[in-house]
């Protein structure tokens, strides 16, 4: 059994190095985002629905009018400016 043993500490550190590098590629940047929003949310990004009033770009806290991804959003808005400013000039 020690040959089964080498085998799951190879998959465990495959699976350790995909971690580490996935903030690096775009499959792993969504996977990421996909994660949290999961983890705030729920399924909530699933019932998101695009505002009614043309010209109008809610977001997904908006669209979903889910309590936990409001405040993911308040969470990223307060931790830096920038997003802020994209926020209020949506």
Do not use: C, H, Y
């Not at 909530?44 to 997904?60: C, I, Y």
């Amino acid at each position: 059994m020690a040959g089964q043993g080498a085998v799951n500490v190879i998959g465990a550190g495959i699976r350790g190095a995909k971690g580490l590098l996935a903030p690096f590629f775009g499959g792993g940047q969504d996977q990421i985002v996909a994660n949290t929003l999961s983890r705030f949310g729920g399924d909530a990004a699933k019932r998101a629905t695009p505002s009614a009033v043309p010209g109008v770009n809610a977001d997904l806290a908006e669209q979903t009018g889910d309590a936990g991804i409001a405040q993911l959003r308040r969470a990223v808005s307060d931790s830096d400016p920038a997003i802020a400013r994209q926020f209020a000039e949506q």
